[in-house]
């Protein structure tokens, strides 16, 4: 959504924007993994937790206003897709009850540092490594190539 | 300790190289765990996916019945059916299930819009991975 509202002056929104999903920055959910490393086994071994946050299952719609005013700048959406029917609200309790765990980066914070980063131009958005589909296609894409023209293994 | 952070990841990669992810997904991550335990790690993490939960109506958790809808999820959910009873009392295993990664990183993830509509076409197609 930051990349496209910088580029194109509009966040992307599938429709119908009434979807529910979970998010987790990416820091929290790592240290979500610092904290299982050093929890007593007793109350993790064998278990399953959610990560994220309750307070971060947020509806698309809501989502890109809230990254228009991260950014701050006037909000303008475009649709895009058919609806998508991909929708689903998840509880968070359990990690939260058992090892203490909460997020403490929130979604305007996320989006705004991606803002500020793409800004400075300490990221560039259109490096093909930041789409993952698209970064594996050319990856193979590349693999092809050199193979195709490489003389003993070798480019030069 | 280990965690298996390496692996083909999200849906749209999972549905366009179905064979590789069921290969490193579920049985790489699934040996990783049997060589660990077999070398002496005392602690394995498994990074799952939300995913496993799919769609369904209500508030999920861990105790709800899971659905996953992509060969990502299913692979990722095979990989904990695999992980999990490997615990015992020399053996930690835990598994998260992460919700939508977000932010900042090194390695910085950006949504394609494209990629969501034919990865929504191709989940209903009936997936050859499913089978496994």
């Not at chain 1, 998508?84 to 090892?99: E, G, H, M, P």
């Not at chain 2, 999820?73 to 009873?85: F, G």
């Not at chain 2, 020399?90 to 394609?112: D, E």
Request: net charge negative; with cysteine; charged share 25%.
């Amino acid at each position: 959504m930051v990349k496209d509202f910088v580029q194109n002056g509009k966040i992307p929104v599938l429709r119908d924007r009434t979807q529910w999903r979970p998010f987790v920055p990416v820091e929290d959910t790592s240290h979500a993994m610092m904290m299982l490393l050093e929890a007593d086994a007793d109350v993790i071994n064998g278990e399953v937790f959610s990560v994220g946050s309750n307070v971060q299952n947020v509806q698309i719609m809501p989502l890109a206003q809230l990254v228009a005013e991260a950014c701050g700048l006037p909000f303008e959406y475009e649709w895009y897709g058919n609806p998508d029917v991909r929708s689903y609200l998840v509880s968070f309790q359990k990690i939260a009850d058992k090892l203490g765990f909460e997020c403490l980066h929130a979604l305007k914070t996320g989006a705004k540092e991606v803002f500020d980063a793409i800004k400075s131009g300490d990221v560039d958005p259109d490096d093909p490594r930041w789409i993952t589909v698209k970064w594996y296609k050319n990856l193979m894409e590349m693999h092809d190539f050199i193979k195709g023209i490489e003389i003993d293994g070798a480019l030069l | 300790m280990e965690i298996t952070a390496a692996a083909l990841s999200n849906d749209p990669s999972g549905e366009l190289h179905q064979a590789k992810t069921w290969e490193i997904n579920h049985r790489g991550r699934g040996c990783n765990a049997q060589l660990a335990k077999k070398m002496g790690v005392q602690r394995y993490i498994l990074p799952s996916s939300c995913s496993v939960y799919g769609f369904q109506e209500g508030v999920l958790n861990e105790e709800t019945s899971t659905n996953p809808l992509t060969t990502y999820a299913k692979a990722n959910l095979k990989a904990e059916q695999d992980v999990l009873p490997l615990a015992d009392d020399n053996f930690t295993v835990v598994v998260i299930r992460q919700a939508t990664v977000y932010g900042l990183s090194h390695r910085v993830r950006f949504a394609h819009c494209d990629q969501w509509d034919g990865q929504r076409l191709r989940a209903k197609r009936e997936d050859p991975g499913s089978s496994r």
